[in-house]
């Protein structure tokens, strides 16, 4: 019988090749577009997170460490060097919980959201090697593969320190050897943190350092520095590590959040603003909403808020999140300022929703759906009920590329111009063709 250790062990060797022997001609012309789409959306959560004051003390900081100006800092109007650029724009990225995720890898182990980590590595490092643009489309697919395969490691899992090992390792041209031991002492030293820290003005930082150390873990490899190898993690699930390598792409399985809440929220959010239409909803004449929500997912009303709340906190709590999509009609960056949520009426609103566990719910989670049911009863005695099995952004109710570029300017706000929003998409477009990422780097 083979131990488990030889078969993690195997499947480290097996998932290295792959990384070092895909090529950009190995890619099809969906995983190619695929791949433009989500470095256009990280790029909005980036300039979101930039403008965002939870975030300013970090261009000061990066001003204090006089690193070598080698990489864009978003918004920033200074460069520093590669690691620390990677920092500050996977910290942004963080900042509204807006990023790309997927499912399965949520569920089990791998990465939630690998964009906010992926992109500010392939961006950073391969705006100091002048990567052309095939070889950051490939880095990309590579990272969004290794992100979201590794799974099994449900406390507090370095999955993006791997993924952006794996993007640095691709880029730098590392061997497959090389390659393991980067993402080996990437993994080993990647901040765990603390099982949540969800009220902390600065637990976005941690998503910084998973960039940060997966770009200096390949720098050390390529030195000659060995560490453990990524076969080592015993915590590792061999069942989806080396699946469908080559063949089914990760990257075309995430979806794109169309609201900066929780991905386990976007159900029921998006029943009530259909409801809110179909049945002319208000808070005045709303009695009673109830949620049947996924087990898996009943954390989002672990913490009750009010008035005085953080937040972040706010984006975690259903009951809040489903009060706006009643009151206002959509759930944006406007529903999170310190003024609407400090609205006694809103929270009074969301006191009328319940939130309730239907076992019924998890057989089809997370390999087929992610179901929620809602339930709402007017004050004149009428009922109504919806249930959302695809809420808008997975790969099968995906956000066009207008929506997509829509949701790209509207995130980056004040950050950019309209003539340079529509000069990074046009040149994002044909990355391609480009053989110098900076080329579409100083757009940014």
Known sequence: MVKE?????????ELSDY????????????VVHQAKRVILDA???MYMGARKEEAGGIKEFLKGLEANPECTVISAGFRTSTPWAAFANAAYAQ???CNDGHREAAAWGGSSHPGRVAIPTALALGEKLSSSGKDVITAIVVGYDVATKLRGMKDRPPCSAYCSAAIASKLMGLDADESRFAMGIA????????????????????????AKVGIEAALMAKEGLNGPKLGDDNRLSTRFAARGLGEEFEIMNVYIKPYPTCRMTHGAVEALLELKKEAELTPENVEEVTVQQLTYGMYITDEKVGVDSYYKNCQFNLPYIAACAIADGEVGEAQFTRERIADPALHELAEKIKVVPDEGLDSIYPEECRPTTVEVKTKDGKAYTKRVDYPKGEPRTSLTDEELFEKFVRWSGEGITEKQAGDIRDSLFRLEELGDINEFTKLL
């Open 187 to 210: 993994g080993y030293h990647s901040p765990k943190g603390f099982p949540r820290a969800r009220g902390l003005d600065t637990n976005f930082l941690s998503n910084g350092y998973q």
């Open 43 to 45: 790029l909005g959560t």
């Open 5 to 13: 250790v030889d078969k993690v062990l195997r499947v480290g060797k």
């Open 19 to 30: 990384m070092t022997t895909l090529s950009y001609d190995d890619l099809p012309g969906d």
């Open 95 to 97: 900042v509204h919980d």
